[in-house]
């Protein structure tokens, strides 16, 4: 997957845009975690390209895969809530002595339908937080402390690792 990005995405060839982080389930979706060495240059808007012509050669490449691709982050925390989009995301808990990562998003609009996924679980968004050594779980929050807002954080258009 890096390689047909590096094909399509001058960025990322001359080495302004790195991938950092790819996740797949073959056939379905992918999920890419891309920075930027540049700090004028938008690494997802590099990648998507005008009216996404880049990633839309990639995803024809693959017979018709769907890509995400979010902004990297090495805050674990970020990442998650990047890599979850477009699920709000209230609080991110890490467990970093058991390796662990608990998600809590909030118990409206089907904000855990969406963290969860089709047929029971977002399988990109799930192996891109394995690929931190991280087990994942996700529940809904309910009252008032559990849906404390975090940072805002840019939602993303696609990922992979």
């Known amino acids: 997957m890096a390689k047909l990005f590096a094909q399509e995405v001058p960025e990322i060839y001359d080495g302004i ?3 950092k982080a790819v996740a797949r389930d073959p056939g379905s ?5 891309v920075i930027s060495r540049d700090s ?3 690494p997802v808007g590099a990648c998507v ?3 996404g012509s880049r990633v839309q050669a990639v995803v024809n490449e693959l017979q018709g895969e769907k890509i995400d691709i979010i902004p990297w982050s090495p805050d674990i925390a970020t990442f998650v ?3 979850l989009a477009p699920a709000e995301v209230a609080k991110v808990v890490i467990d970093e002595d058991r390796e662990r990562i608990e998600v809590v998003v909030p118990d409206t609009n089907n904000q855990l339908s969406l963290a969860i996924g089709r047929r029971g679980t977002e399988r990109a968004s799930r192996l891109a937080i394995d690929r931190l050594g991280y087990r994942y779980s996700h529940r809904a929050g ?3 402390s559990a849906v404390r807002p975090i940072s805002r954080i840019p ?3 696609s990922w992979n690792r």
Not at 29 to 33: E, L, S, Y
């Open 49 to 51: 390209g005008m009216r």
């Open 29 to 33: 979706r992918a999920k890419i975690g």
């Open 40 to 42: 004028s240059v938008d």
């Open 17 to 19: 845009v790195e991938i």
């Open 142 to 144: 309910r009252g008032p």
């Open 155 to 157: 939602r993303a258009c």
């Open 81 to 83: 809530v990047n890599a």
